[in-house]
């Protein structure tokens, strides 16, 4: 049991008590659900590689959001791994395609940009026809350095944007700190 639940801490997310009650819940379960699960885990990761065009999870060459013909292909929005392109997904109000970069810039972990998925992005912008591109990435050091070096690569081609930011519903001003309130000065919109 010790094992498994060294399995699941290893997962992002799960502490040691959580990592417990997820290898007690499977080892309650029938032998035949524990299977499925299994089966179900090396299948997903044997049969799922990235798509072709956006480099988002696929099981196939090219994903369900790039072959979908009803998207937006002058559009692009940009983000980092395929957590953001679901988040994003689940809102539903992008109605493009996406272009998953595989990380952030990072010089202090040894992320260069030839390690990310840029290159193929400026080949897309160039041949595509591409009238927008939009950077939905994480407001951080890494986030800020990769969508300007980004910013920088794309302008000759279409206009960049990037998601505005600024204060979670609900939250109080008080509490948060300058440069969100910065940003949420900047990113601000008219009242229709």
């Known amino acids: 049991m010790a094992r498994l639940i060294d399995q699941f ?12 009650r997820l290898a007690l819940h ?5 032998e035949d659900q524990v ?5 179900a885990l090396l299948a997903a990761r044997s049969q799922v590689g990235q798509c072709q065009s956006c480099f988002h999870l696929s099981a196939d060459p090219l994903c369900e959001i790039c072959s979908k013909p009803e998207r937006n292909n002058g559009l692009i929005c940009v983000v980092a791994d395929s957590r953001d392109l679901l988040a994003l997904e689940r809102t539903r109000e992008f109605k493009g395609q996406y272009h998953v970069l595989g990380g952030l810039i990072s010089p202090m ?11 193929p992005l400026i080949e897309r912008i160039a ?10 990435l994480t407001p951080s050091v890494e986030g800020d350095t990769t969508s ?11 206009p960049v944007s990037r998601i505005a930011y600024g204060l979670p519903m609900g939250s109080e001003l008080e509490y948060a700190d300058e ?3 910065s940003r949420a000065l900047e990113g601000r919109r008219p009242m229709d």
């Open 26 to 30: 499977l080892l309650n379960q029938p």
């Open 127 to 136: 041949k595509d026809g591409i009238s927008e591109v939009i950077l939905a």
């Open 109 to 119: 972990d040894g992320i260069g940009p030839e390690l990310l998925h840029i290159k």
């Open 148 to 158: 300007l070096y980004l910013a920088r690569l794309m302008k000759p081609f279409c």
């Open 179 to 181: 440069v969100t309130l």
């Open 35 to 39: 299977q499925q699960f299994a089966d």
């Open 9 to 20: 801490q290893r997962l992002p997310g799960i502490g040691p008590r959580t990592a417990q």
